[in-house]
């Protein structure tokens, strides 16, 4: 199965070496030739320069096979765009974009895009751990 | 009775104060439109809040909070998308059109090669720079066989003009007497100047500069016709 990662920073690079350690073909797509020490000393798969916008690129980066596509740039419309380009115009049915924003992440969910929101996770985390404090009740 | 005059004005939200955005809200501004601009850099929003007042606000006009506040659920009857980063003018547009249902959004692409990106989301009209001084320098090549006049996106369809020389196979043909592709129709003639609508007799010259209008992706099939390139 080929996983085609577009933004490779904390999030992207993680999860190109999970997936790759599952057996899955990564493929790791960064405008910034740096990013690839993210992925260890002798990364595998395969690793493109450029932006994920261009088409070409992604088509040299083989999108086209791609089984899932992961957009995990640092922009949320970045994320946005590419996603839906991946959806709508090569058919990709696994794409998953990163939105940090709850807002347009709920949006463009109700549009048909998979969105995962760190931000929301973070606060319903964080609530949930304010909650389960075990604070000594205060006797009257 | 409602005063005449109100109802051509209009409600337009702006997005990015830059040069675009500032120079467009000022020209609707003296037109008498009602008009709001976001931007989100604080140096240029306090340039543009000396000049606009309350007319101008500060924030980034991807976040849905902010638009509310520039009045987006009104709904404004135009969105200008015209930042200058083509990614946040396609979400600007779509949050726009498809969440609060604002009838016409305009958006400026940046880098040409984003259009397509535009046309997939189906995002019209757009407005790029670049590829409207391409078309004027192309058009001022001497030697040019088929350059792009016009694109109807909304129709799927474009105009073109081809010029026609010596060693063009049309050239001494009449229009009826050509095969051209399905999905393609002479418009005109210009020779020496003068223009005329083509019809099947209209006989091609050396020379003539032709219109002609077709769907998109027909322009081989056409120069082949016409010039047998």
């Known amino acids: ?140 | 009775m409602r005063d005449p005059e109100s109802e051509r004005l209009m409600y337009v939200v702006i997005a990015g104060g830059g040069k675009v955005g500032a120079n467009v809200a000022r020209s609707l501004l003296r037109l008498g439109h009602e008009v709001t601009l976001i931007e989100q850099r604080r140096d240029r929003f306090d340039r543009l809040e000396d000049e606009f007042e309350h007319q101008v606000q500060r924030g980034d006009a991807t976040e849905l909070f902010v638009l509310e506040r520039a009045g987006i659920a009104r709904p404004p009857d135009i969105m200008l998308a015209l930042t200058g980063d083509d990614e946040d003018n396609m979400v600007i547009c779509q949050l726009a059109k498809e969440r609060y249902g604002v009838p016409k959004v305009i958006a400026r692409v940046n880098d040409p090669r984003n259009q397509a990106h535009f046309d997939l989301l189906g995002l019209a009209p757009t407005i790029c720079a670049t590829s409207s001084i391409m078309a004027l320098v192309e058009h001022e090549v001497p030697e040019h066989d088929l350059i792009h006049l016009l694109e109807l996106r909304k129709e799927n369809l474009e105009i073109v003009e081809v010029q026609i020389d010596r060693d063009s196979p049309s050239a001494g043909k009449r229009v009826e007497g050509l095969k051209l592709p399905e999905g393609a129709r002479l418009i005109s003639v210009m020779r020496d100047g003068r223009s005329e609508i083509a019809v099947g007799s209209t006989m091609l010259e050396a020379g003539d500069q032709v219109l002609a209008i077709l769907e998109p992706g027909k322009e081989d099939e056409l120069r082949r016709v016409l010039l047998r390139r």
Request: charged residues 25%; hydrophobic residues 40%.
């Open chain 1, 1 to 140: 199965m080929n996983a085609l990662i577009i933004g490779c920073g904390r999030v992207g690079s993680t999860i190109a070496l999970q997936l790759h350690k599952e057996g899955w073909d990564v493929t790791v797509i960064d405008e910034n030739e740096d990013a690839l020490s993210r992925l260890g000393e002798n990364w595998p798969g395969s690793f493109v320069v450029g932006h994920g916008m261009d088409t070409d690129l992604l088509r040299q980066a083989g999108i086209e096979e791609a089984d899932a596509v992961v957009v995990s740039t640092d922009g949320d419309n970045t994320n946005i765009v590419i996603g839906q380009v991946a959806q709508k115009r090569f058919g990709i049915q696994c794409v998953i974009a990163r939105i940090l924003d709850p807002a347009r992440a709920d949006f463009y969910a109700a549009r048909g895009l998979r969105t995962v929101c760190p931000t929301k996770t973070a606060i319903d985390t964080l609530t949930e751990a304010v909650r389960a404090c075990e604070i000594p009740k205060v006797s009257a």
